[in-house]
């Protein structure tokens, strides 16, 4: 068995190193009637630039896409800065530099990855599958009886931010700083998910595509894992199943299907304001230009947000969203489980935690509200700010470095729910509902507990689940995803999330249940 | 100011200073040699398991303290002079104090046995124990086998440390099935088929001859008494039980027995001077529990009600109705109320297991009265507040099966076992009792 993992481990770190090495393999050329094409296409009015590129690097052969990109962002660059000096603004290339070598590199991959997409995909995915699964599936019987098997967490490198969880951390945040900033680099990485692509929406993979397509596939693989972990446990499996069945048709198959059939690409369990573009001007003008369809998803997606998220709040607590339907949830709850100890439990945590969530919120709906205001009254900017500009911080501040790079390439240092607790705006929104207006809770069993703290290590959110069980208190927080975990590794089965009457859900005790009934009564009377 | 010194920072002491911070604003110090803040003694074995670091087993932050104005002392008290109401530390300190409070806990029992005090010898208490645990088991090259003595929870606890390692475990229980003395037949048995299943090498019905030196003060194998076998090992854990910590105490003219002797106001025979938690011995037993009970919660209650008499409400101990919890491996306890090993005259039993033989339940009732005893429940959790409040009431073994949908904890979606007791309690008893569904207001009302 413990073979089979080495053999695992072995085949994994194969096709990772595969993988990265893709980056710098496979070569780039533009040939004259792809740069026609390109041009005519995206409408480029900048002569200067298609000089240059006419003279540099238009059948020229370049061995990587570093010095094919510097190529053409330094050829854009220095046309525009000309056509800005002289104010030709309809000539000026408006689009992001590394966005806009994408486009071209996409169309001018040659060589071995290229022609090989299948072959790759195996080499990569394929091999990284299944290695991953000889590692997992061996604990069936590796990790003893059905139970609670946290053997070693704190003891191992990977998991206790030792040198593994460093490496896994730079791979992490590499990855993410590449896909939203430099897309041109994972030229090859888009290569090999083509043939997918094409299948589902009869378009090449974009990064976009990549990235759902990766993000798939890593949940189903660490899912498994969960089912292996908590085989014992009903509440995590059918949590499990649900988040990676949401994850898998809403937020990747049925997207796809929809561009199929040249309908705009929308993921139907995204609510605003996680969805934080899904109120900018061009989704709104993008939707009513669908018709029927649009006007169904505008609708839906109000509703959601408006309706139908309090109302699953109140019945069933946020974690009805968090951890058992939402995408970044599913990502945590599957790829981050390995990380949910490291969260950090202190106070100021907790203090910094509500500063920045709410803060994330107000600043969701103030630029949402900028964004509407301008869209209706066609105007460019409020209070003389621009709301391209909001727009635009918004979308580098918190959709790219918080979410992705900080919210998932920090899971081995801060553990794996960063963004949902300290960034998510849709989390926050719910988690005051939750707060003020719900019937779930985590009750705690009376008197049972015996403060050993399990509760709040493997609290992913960070919450001192003990502060609140040792003292025979329910839990009540804005944060809790109603993951499960805390009732799980309880030694002592203290905890139970449950959906019950709102009326006696917070409980303050000063004196725990099984002592002197009128020493308790005493003390509430207070 | 009064200042109200208490030796020990376990839960006893802590519960009490934090009460009696919330209901006054008395100078507090507290006392303790072990470590300098307040950490949850049952989770040490987690530490050495890997599921949690030392950290993790403190309750509070180290603000805690201060913003709380609890003042924190690390030192051995030698002695307590009462006369002077002085504190005498081991190295020469005086304090003063105006209340005294004995929270000092319990130390491993060992019994005189030959070779107790070898290196690798230890028992699972303290935070110097699991650094001694560190240094001699710290993977199963360096202790190729342990030897566990005693056949209690610490000792159950101590096997699924080392197995975590993959540590060969020898575990030598003096009873003839695991812990018979307090759980009856069947669930011993259980507990019994879970620790061989684990692969420990359990020896039932078995003493401790002696240990023996490999030569240079470290264990080197074990003799059992009955069989005179010998067993090599590397480590020897002694859980042969535990006794009060009281030694200091000897020439202090506090009384003492096997504890220090406290009236149900937790009052020693010294004025000002009180003992709580597993340091205390009632004089009498109250009710049907132990003189001396070294459980956590008790610890706590009492804390909770000497904050109130040293905050100048006077109040009687008065545990409520007995329950506690454990885990076995994987196989989690708890039990509300009395089931005793053996059933008392009045008595009778039901007994359910499920087909898999890791869950199990059995209630204790009157056999006249049919009034519900008690519980024990393996592998299903249950609702602590539901039996309180029935056994509060005194009410029926029906109304516990009727109601059993109410007092399960389980998480959900977790398969339930209602039906199927129901169904054996009526075959067995020739009654029609039937499961009412699981009631939201009838739970809420228990609170009531």
Known sequence: ?526 | MEHIVIIGNGISGVTTARHIRKLSNKKITIISAEHDYFFSRTALMYVYMGHMKFEHTQPYEKWFWKKNNINLKKGFVENVNHSEKQLIFSNGEIMAYDKLIIATGSKPNKFGWPGQNLDGVMGMYHKQDLENLEKHAPNNKICKRAVIVGGGLIGIELAEMLHSRHIPVTFLVRESSFWNGVLPKNESAMINREIISNGIDLRLGVNLKEIKDNGSGKVKSIVITETDEEITCDVVGLTAGVSPNINFLKDSGIELGRGVKVNRYLETNIKDIYAIGDCAEQHEAIEQRRPIEAVWYTGRMMGETLAQTICENKTKYQPGHWFNSAKFLDIEYQTYGWVWAQPKENEARFYWEYKDGKKCIHINYDKNTQEFLGINSFGIRMRHEFFDSVLTKKQSVHHVLEHLADANFDPEFYKLHENEILEKFNKENNSNIQLRKKSWSQIFKMKA
């Open chain 1, 1 to 526: 068995m413990k073979g089979l993992q080495k053999i695992g481990l072995g085949l994994f770190i194969l096709s990772l190193a595969i993988f990265i090495s893709l980056l710098f393999i496979g070569n780039y050329k533009v040939t004259p009637s792809n740069f026609e094409q390109f041009s005519s296409s995206k409408g480029i009015k900048s002569e200067l630039f298609i000089k240059k590129m006419n003279e540099k690097v238009v059948g020229v052969e370049y061995s990587n896409s570093f010095s094919f990109s510097s190529e053409i962002i330094s050829a854009m660059e220095s046309s525009n800065e000309i056509y800005k000096k002289n104010k030709e603004w309809d000539k000026v290339i408006w689009d992001k530099p590394h966005s806009f070598s994408y486009q071209l590199a996409k169309k001018s991959g040659i060589g071995l990855v290229n022609e090989n997409k299948s072959l790759f995909w195996w080499l990569t995915f394929g091999l990284g599958i299944i290695g991953s699964l000889f590692f997992i599936i061996p604990n069936v019987i590796l990790l003893g009886p059905k139970g609670i098997k946290n053997n070693g967490i704190f003891l191992n490198s990977a998991t206790n931010r030792g040198w593994i969880g460093w490496l896994v951390f730079i791979f992490l945040v590499s990855f993410y700083l590449l896909l939203y900033f430099r897309p041109d680099y994972i030229v090859n990485w888009t290569y090999i998910v083509d043939p997918i692509s094409k299948n589902l929406s009869g378009n090449l993979a974009s990064q976009w595509f990549l990235y759902g397509f990766l993000y798939c596939t890593v949940m189903t693989v660490m899912a498994v894992r969960m089912y292996i972990k908590y085989r014992h446990n009903k509440y995590q499996i059918l949590r499990t199943t649900s988040v990676l069945f949401f994850q898998i048709v809403f937020a990747f198959l049925i997207p796809e299907i929809l561009v199929r059939f040249e309908k705009p690409w929308y993921d139907f369990k995204n609510a605003f304001p996680l969805d934080y573009d899904f109120f900018f001007s061009w989704n709104l003008d993008q939707l009513i230009a669908s018709g029927g369809f649009g006007l169904f998803v505008l609708i839906w997606g109000i509703v959601l947000t408006l309706v139908i998220v309090p109302i699953m709040v109140y019945f069933f607590g946020k974690r009805w969203y968090c951890s058992w339907v939402c995408g970044c949830g599913g990502l945590a709850e599957t790829l981050g489980d390995p990380y949910r100890q490291l969260s950090d439990k202190s106070m100021n945590a907790w203090r910094l935690e509500r500063w920045l969530v709410h803060g994330v919120l107000v600043f969701a709906i103030v630029m949402t509200g900028f964004t509407l205001y301008a869209y209706f009254s066609s105007n460019e900017s409020v209070l003389a700010i621009k709301t391209q500009t909001i727009q635009d911080i918004y979308g580098f501040l918190i959709g790219s470095i918080f979410a992705g790079v900080i919210g998932t390439g920090f899971y081995p240092i801060f553990g794996n729910r960063v963004w949902c607790r300290f960034g998510c705006p849709l989390a926050a929104y719910m988690g005051i509902v939750q707060r003020f207006k719900s019937r779930f809770r985590i009750t705690t069993n009376g008197g049972q507990c015996i403060s050993c703290g399990n509760c709040s290590t493997y609290c992913e959110q960070g919450i001192d689940v003990r502060a609140y069980a040792q003292k025979g208190e329910n839990i009540v927080r804005a944060s809790c995803v109603g993951c499960g975990i805390c009732s799980a590794v309880c030694p002592r089965g203290v905890l139970k999330l449950e959906n019950g009457p709102e009326n006696g859900r917070i409980n303050p005790t000063d004196i725990l249940l099984g002592n002197n009934v009128d020493l308790m009564s005493l003390i509430k009377d207070k």
